[in-house]
C-alpha cells in the first residue's frame, strides 16, 4: 500500500512547465508602487488596452479623469492621453 502511496504523491505539486495563471500579455513584470497609486495605475493600463487601435486615423483619445492624492496627501486629478506617432 505504501507503495502506491509514493507512487502517486510525486504528480503533485512542484514547478511544472505551463503550469499557472496565463497573461494575455506577451511578457509581465512586477514591480512595487505605492498602494494609494494601485487604481490609478489599473486605470492607465485599462485605458491603454481600450486604445490599442488607436492610428493615425483617429484623433487622440483622453481617458476620463482619476482623482487620487499625492504622497503628501494633495488631492490630484490624472488623465491619460493616447495618440499615434508618426512612423520615421
Known amino acids: ?15 511544472r512547465k505551463g503550469a499557472g495563471r496565463k497573461t494575455r500579455y506577451e511578457k509581465t513584470i512586477v514591480i512595487r508602487v505605492p498602494e494609494q497609486y494601485k487604481n490609478a495605475i489599473k486605470a492607465l493600463i485599462q485605458h491603454i488596452d ?28 490624472i488623465t491619460f492621453t493616447v495618440s499615434s506617432v508618426k512612423s520615421t
Do not use: N, W
Not at 1 to 15: F, I, L, N
Not at 50 to 77: A, N
Open 1 to 15: 500500500m505504501s507503495d502506491k502511496s509514493e507512487e502517486h504523491k510525486g504528480a503533485h505539486g512542484g514547478v
Open 50 to 77: 481600450e486604445c490599442e487601435k488607436v492610428d493615425h486615423h483617429y484623433s487622440p483619445v483622453v481617458s476620463k479623469p482619476i482623482f487620487t492624492r499625492s504622497l503628501q496627501g494633495k488631492p490630484q486629478q
